[in-house]
T-cell receptor, first 113, second 117 residues
């Protein structure tokens, strides 16, 4: 079955240290992949998207993600965490054979001062 | 330009009642999708509308329905409310019907928080 898995439900890092949020998808032809962020009591905001172009995708707020077909992964990274990055992050995938999009279960990112 | 607008922001209803939620997409966007977000189930796809037609549907009972108007505004209706329907309902708009080749992603509204008591 087509799916997307976010490997960590909660990640906690210190301010100024790197962030890694992991996402794996089930293999398919050229999926489109997205990362969204949701701050408390807010809607979802698109961070970045991969659509068969460059495998390293740069997004807003210093985030980037690398599409690795061999590992079926699309991990989200940021070199230096900021307090304002504390939020819930969703990895989202669209597959060739389906038209609806599938959300991961989310990763809550906490930033320690 | 204005973002996706969902009204109302908060709603409290009693079991058995029905509720209608509204979503106004970004101007020019023709596709509107609805999602239910709960702590236990995460984000789940309800349905997608494009050009006033439902194009995709998730795995929700028939109590959940929707429609889209000619101006692309969409409404979602839930009848015979149950306690488990308490959730944040998110609406997302995009320029075109969701396809793997879509490059723009979706723009989400802030949601309507529905509490059923």
């Amino acid at each position: 079955a087509q799916s997307v898995t976010q490997l960590d439900s909660h990640v906690s890092v210190s301010e100024g240290t790197p962030v890694l949020l992991r996402c794996n998808y089930s293999s398919s032809y050229s999926p489109s992949l997205f990362w969204y962020v949701q701050h408390p009591n807010k809607g979802l905001q698109l961070l970045l998207k991969y659509t068969s172009a460059a495998t390293l995708v740069k997004g807003i707020n210093g985030f980037e993600a690398e599409f690795k077909k061999s590992e079926t992964s699309f991990h989200l990274t940021k070199p230096s965490a900021h307090m304002s990055d504390a939020a819930e992050y969703f990895c989202v995938v669209q597959y060739s054979s389906a038209s609806k999009i599938i959300f991961g279960s989310g990763t809550r990112l906490s930033i320690r001062p | 330009k204005a973002g996706v607008t969902q009204t109302p922001r908060y709603l409290i209803k009693t079991r058995g009642q029905q509720v209608t939620l509204s979503c106004s997409p970004i101007s020019g966007h023709r596709s509107v999708s609805w999602y239910q977000q709960t702590p236990g189930q995460g984000l789940q796809f309800l349905f997608e509308y494009f050009s006033e037609t439902q194009r995709n549907k998730g795995n929700f009972p028939g109590r959940f329905s929707g429609r889209q108007f000619s101006n692309s505004r969409s409404e979602m209706n839930v009848s015979t409310l149950e306690l488990g329907d308490s959730a944040l309902y998110l609406c997302a708009s995009s320029l075109e019907l969701s396809r793997p080749s879509a490059v723009h992603g979706y723009t989400f509204g802030s949601g309507t928080r529905l509490t059923v008591v």
